[in-house]
Nanobody
Framework: QVQFVESGGGLVQPGGSLRLSCAAS????????MGWYRQAPGKERELVAR???????YYADSVKGRFTISRDNAKNTVYLQMNSLKPEDTAVYYC?????????WGQGTQVTVSS
């Protein structure tokens, strides 16, 4: 079964940028939709960005215009470029298929936006 390892999180000031990476242990070529999710303290996990095989992307309203998802099927890697970060973006970020029913969750990567 494919496993996901997220990386690239950290502490950043408001207005800053981070690029998250999600490395899959197997091929993501046949995973039709890959997504980035996040879970803030005390809140449910939410889907913030998804990439459909072929290049179509969708974003939650809260991140639209600031986040960009991309996938490299040859490298089995999904990326999330996050710009103009806000304190409310603070969360643990995960990648998984959409819907997330087939594969286990990775450990996630912590993003903290604070001055």
């Amino acid at each position: 079964q494919v496993q996901f390892v997220e990386s690239g999180g950290g502490l950043v000031q408001p207005g800053g940028s981070l690029r998250l990476s999600c490395a899959a242990s197997g091929s993501i070529f046949n995973i039709y939709i890959m997504g980035w999710y996040r879970q803030a303290p005390g809140k449910e996990r939410e889907l913030v960005a998804r990439s459909i095989s072929g290049g179509i992307t969708y974003y939650a309203d809260s991140v639209k215009g600031r986040f960009t998802i991309s996938r490299d099927n040859a490298k089995n890697t999904v990326y999330l470029q996050m710009n103009s970060l806000k304190p409310e973006d603070t969360a643990v970020y995960y990648c998984n298929a959409v819907p997330a029913r087939t594969f286990n969750w990775g450990q996630g990567t912590q993003v903290t936006v604070s001055s």
